[in-house]
Structures are given as structure tokens and as C-alpha cells.
């Protein structure tokens, strides 16, 4: 679909209370590129660190969001597609189960990562599997929800007869 | 207790009365954001650095900003008071509550006490101090019991969270998130 069409058929009334601010859009601009890099070190060394994916993934999220504020919500959700999100969210769950599933295709527990180490000879395996679920896991499903509830919360309730 | 605990403590109590006082909701939620930068820091304070940064990034960042969001689509309601009117019977019986869990706190162990339980009890925490490394190879006790030991609850609160983004898009009636 087009992307005028589908900025037609979701004009809503949120986006008249967008006031473009130079502090505002100063300000993000100079903090998000950091905020995003802080996010993704806190997944990325939550093992070895303070921190983790929850934490990480949630400020990965709020750089998104605070781009939003900065820019208006709509211009935000033209740019990023709904699949986007859904490809977060649902990549996320997927991933976390397909390591645990591979575990028990090995022949043990639901993520018993010590067999990436003892039967695919995986150096450090353990560590290796917990990243995968904390980074490709936790990270991303953390950061899409939060996304997800801002622009669903900021697009309000669906009423019938409109378009989705 | 040190002065800048005490401060802090002093804080947190102020921002959390004050959320519940203010009649305008706007100032309601930029306390109560202050309350949990508070919170967040006596955290970091107490050596618990990754609840703290769960408080700042959760509670001060992403809760403010779905909390604006949300009484930005509402209308305020035209009043010139401050505060909120007080509800006897209510404050009686919060009061009480606090009361009650306060009665408590001098049972419990010293901060920093090594004899407190829940630091000397050698099947959980000194267990996982001591096999943490060997078991798993990584330095985070907190990330290794989340991702290895209790490997599958932690996927249950994964999958927790994307049932919560599921149910948003329910209650909201959409089928789309952006």
C-alpha cells in the first residue's frame, strides 16, 4: 500500500499535539546515537557485567521512542514498517525457543546448553547459548514490545467499521 | 545508615507521597518518574546495580513515557488545586497497612550483615557464587541463574512479555503494531 494511503486512512488525532521543538530535537539527536550504543553494550556484556538483555533491550526500545518524540510519532511509524516490530517480537520468541529445541534435538533438556560444548564441540558453549537467547532472544523481544505498546498506545483504540 | 542514603531514603519518600498527592496527573507522573531515578539509585547504592538499572530503564524511562502518552489523549480536568483531597478512611487504613509491614523491619538483618540468610545459606546464593564460573563460564551470577539455571523460567517471562504485546493489540482492537 502506498504510504500516503495508509497515512490517510490513519489520521488520527494524536499527531496535532506534535510541537517540533529545536531543544527537543537538539537534544535527541546529540543523546540517542548513545543511548542506543549503551543499549546494545548492556545486552552484548550482560554476562560478564551489571545489566543484561531485559535492561538492554528496553533502552534499545526507548531510543526508538525517543526519536519519536523528537519527530513527531506518525513521520516515526511511517518509518518504521510494521513488520519490523512483528519480525522483533516474533523472531525474538523464536529464537529463544530453537535454542532450547536444538538442545533437546541433541538429545537433552530443554536448554541444556553444556551439549552445543560436549557434542557439537562448541568452545565455551554454555556462554555461547546463553547469549543466544539473552541477545537474540530477550533483546529483541524486550525492545519490540516496548515499541509495539508505544505506537499501538499512541494509535488508541481501533473502532469497527475503520480500516486496520 | 549514611547521610547520602538517608537523603535518598528521604527522597524516594517525599516523590512517592507526592505522587499520590498531586491532583494534575502530568505532575503526578514526572514525580513519580523522580521517585524511581531515586530508587534507582539507592539501588546502586545498596550494590544492586542490575535491579537499579532495571528501575531506571523500566520504571523512570519506559513507564514515564507510556504514562504521558497515554493522559496526552486525555483531557485535564480544569481545577485550581494542588493536591488531592485527602480520603480519611483511606489514609486510616494505608497508614495501618505501613504500620504493620514497619513492625518488621527490626527483625531483619543488618545491611551488609554477612550472617544475614539470605547471603550465608550455602544451597543457593553461596552455591551459585562458588559454580557460577565453572558451570556456565560467565562472570554475571544474576545473568547466569536468568539465562542457565532457571533457563526455561526466564522463557516463560519471554514469552510473558510477547503475550502482553499480543494482548495490548486485543484490547486495542488492531492488527497491526505500527
Redesign the interface.
Known sequence: MARADRSMERGE??DD?YVESQVILTAVRLVAPFALTYGLF?SLH???????S??GG??I??TI?MLA?AFGIEPT?EW???S???GL??G??AI??GV?LATMALGGA??E?RLFETILGIP?G??W??EA??VG??AL??A?????????????????GEE? | MTPLEGTLVVFVFVTAVATALFRDVLSAIIVFAAYSLGMAILYTVLLA??VA??EA??GA??TS??LL??I??TSRPASDDLFEEIHVPGLIAVSALALVLLTTVPDAPAVGDPAAPVWSNPDVTQYYIQHTYD??????A???V???YR??D??GE??V??A??MA??LV???????
Do not use: C, S, W
Open positions: 488525532a494524536f499535539t548492556l550482560g554476562a560478564d557485567t551489571p545489566g543484561g531485559f535492561q528496553a533502552i526500545g526507548v521512542l518524540f511509524r518504521l514498517r510494521n519490523v516490530v512483528t517480537v516474533a525474538g520468541v529463544f525457543i532450547g530443554f536448554l546448553y565455551d554454555t556462554k547459548g546463553m537467547i539473552e532472544g530477550i523481544i524486550v519490540g514490545v516496548f515499541i509495539g505498546l508505544f505506537f499501538a498506545t499512541a494509535a488508541g483504540l481501533h473502532r469497527e486496520a | 546495580p542490575d538499572m532495571t530503564a523500566i524511562g519506559v513515557i507510556l502518552l497515554t496526552a489523549k558451570d556456565t563460564g560467565v562472570q554475571n544474576v545473568t547466569a536468568l539465562a542457565a533457563g526455561f526466564t522463557f519471554a514469552v512479555v510477547f502482553a504485546g495490548t493489540l486495542l482492537n488492531r492488527e497491526v503494531f505500527a
